[in-house]
């Protein structure tokens, strides 16, 4: 046999073993779990999804398989939930079987599992036991951060009024607004809307974001092993994380050189402070890497999020003017023009409170929320689901 015709045996052999891997992975099992349509090897069911519009295709299949169905994604076996009573039951009901973090590709690049929003086990307890006391003493949650909003809000303010009436994109004026708030506490201070690094550091993380919901960084969360070593837009996103990484470090670097052990100034000093509590122990969460990856989830998920929910309320808003002039006419009797809001005034404004819980409701920015793993084999409406 001459090596080419050797070389094409060999290959069809790995392509067989491969299609056979697939298939058992995919069958073992799946009597004990929840229905769902029938995958085919490697591809899974991606062919009876939309990778633009995901969120919309598990709802179509679930209307056929009801609230719990299994499909393939690739090669990832997944159990799908949907509405309130499936999700209560398992991230209320069996939170801690649910407790686990599912893979999340193209933010795993760069956590690999370090940091408070992807980390699992006892790191996990830990820094989120540490973070969510720590933004409390800095005022996240109470009233005590009202004063860095309102601050902030003159700020923004300002730049609205910089545009003179012209038509503007508001995608940077409002993570601006967003971040500092969120910088405040994480940094111990806010940036200048026209620092370049700092606009740099929004725009790697919008796109960077923006990137896992394209069609082709849902093809990477399935396929990333192969992936991330091929050409694509997955290697920019990889830039922009890597990036974000390296803002981080040197901020925290700086924070180290002027340390004060007994007076911390933000979420860094305060970690940082933990790090030399527990320099001797050996199994201590509190290290380098956790340091810069906690703080980087913290300021990644508070820009984002917020910022991208006052975009669309702004939208929406301008789709329903009736109910725009509804809101600034309760603005104008509760508040007026005189004087900036305050915690005290929403109790007299249910209309704006309702209308904010309704935009927060329709624009859904995750509408397939954060993907989590069972922790052990684990029994779910007459279904088991495996570790």
Known sequence: MDLLGAGTVFLII????LVALSTWRQMRGKSKMPPGPTPL???GNLLQVNLKDMHRSLVKISDKYGPVYTIHLGPRRAVVLRGYDAVKEALVDQAEEFSGRGEQATFDWLFRGYGVAFSEGERAKQLRRFSITTLRNF???????????????HFQLEALRDTRGVPFDPTYVLSRTVSNVISSITFGNRFDYEDKEFLSMLRMMLES???TATSWGQLYDFFSGPMQYMPGPQ???????????E???RKVKEHEKTLDLNSPRDFIDSFLIKMHQEEKNPNTEFFLKNVVLTTLNIFFAGTETVSTTLRYGFLILLK???IEEKVRQEIDQVIGRNRGPNMDDRPQMPYT???????????????MGLARRVIRDTQFRGYTIPK
């Open 320 to 322: 329903y003017p009736e």
């Open 209 to 211: 974001f923006r990137f």
């Open 139 to 153: 005022g996240m949650g109470k009233r005590s951060i009202e004063e860095r909003i309102l601050e902030e809000a």
């Open 14 to 17: 790995c392509l067989s073993c």
């Open 235 to 245: 290697q920019k996103a990889f830039k922009q994380l890597a990036g974000l990484d």
């Open 41 to 43: 090897p490697f591809i």
């Open 247 to 249: 803002f981080v470090l």
């Open 353 to 367: 409170e309702a209308v904010i819980h309704e935009i927060q409701r329709f624009s859904d920015m995750i509408p």
